[in-house]
């Protein structure tokens, strides 16, 4: 008796619905999600062999190879893998690492350097430079993160190093959240926005968290002031929900509300050296 | 075996054509390093407007009707990364006598640079332009 009540209730709405146009949108919606997700997999996979190789290494040798992180090339995705790596490390050198390797990867620059040009590529670096080097700031300051930090390592000191496959695992299940949020602004607003001013195209940048070989080009197309464009390309790398996503996850909220404020300090530097 | 199951469950919803670009057109230049006629002829109008304004242009590109609210496009696709981060930059379209192309076809459109202002927005337009195929099994109705 509930079938066919709920089915009247539903005709009303269904005449008001194209069912081949709306199978069409969600399979554009999904292709877009799976693309992201897709296109991320490889580095991040190649960041959690990265962090088990790691594991294994003698603590000198380790932070070689951490700060190896800030030179490799592709896709800052790969830091969604290996950010677990750093959290036995010290909190500035992590948030340097981390920070730096997602907004001035070598990838990114060259990209911005071919849609930009000199002068923003510049300007994309020092708001790098000021983000990584006030997150590396404030969690080496950072009091109540280092305690709660000091309990997890204590904590961890005496477990069994995480594998491989637990480590991908939790770093494509976030990746896939994050690929969520950024697929749901896609969806909303898609490439049409008119993204003015800094502020609006950092929060731009920050929702549609594009990958790091791709916002410049992104900035170009859809943003038409310099400060702006750099806002974009930074807002997309350092306060987006996929890097949040990973801070919160590995180093816990506070130490992710904190890099946020940083990237957003970043942001605010880049804006006005490409002024 | 639930696994597998989604995963081809989820490989099953994927479209097989290429999904569309997040946005619509747009006719600024996407990057420097970008080879082809359309994205020259958007790079020299970004850097000297006035200079191209009202000269005689071709381009080569993928074609897109006109809708009740948008002009014809021709445009390529810059895709950096992945499916959600491509664009399509190219230009409006505004043929000299009506010719029935059918959407994603592989053309080219001669006409004279010109622009127009969409929503506070500057748009670069081809005016009186002629489209043809440039693929062999191409029909074009005049």
Known sequence: MAAPAIAGMLLP????????DAAGRIGTVFAWWSSIVLASLPYVTL????????????????????????VAPGCDCASAGYASAFVRESPALAGFVLVWSSAAGPAALLATYNALGEHLLLARLAGAV????????MWSFDRCGARAEDRRACHRRHEPAEPLCG?????????????SFATVALTIFGHNAVLSSPMIAAAGGALMSPCSTADAVIARVLVHRSPSQ????????????RQLATFARVFGARRCALAAVAGAAGCAVGALCAT | MAYAASG????????TSPPPAPGTVSTRPASTAMRGDLFEALDRLDSAPSAMLGSAISVAGTWTPASSDELATVSRRVVSCCAADAVDVGFDVRLSQYSRVAAGTWVRVDGIVGERVVDGDVRFVLEQSRVRGLEDDVKIAR
Do not use: K, N
């Open chain 1, 47 to 70: 960041g959690a062999i990265f962090a088990s190789i790691r594991e294994l290494l003698p603590q000198r040798c380790a932070r070689i190879v951490a700060l190896a992180a800030i």
């Open chain 2, 8 to 15: 081809v469950c989820a490989a099953l919803m994927l479209p």
């Open chain 1, 130 to 137: 000021a983000a990584a080097t006030l997150t590396a700031a």
């Open chain 1, 167 to 179: 480590r991908l695992a939790s770093a494509l299940g976030a990746l896939a959240v994050s690929a």
């Open chain 1, 230 to 241: 750099i806002a974009f390309v930074l807002a997309a790398q350092t306060i987006d929900i």
């Open chain 1, 13 to 20: 709405v269904a005449s008001h619905i194209d069912a081949r």
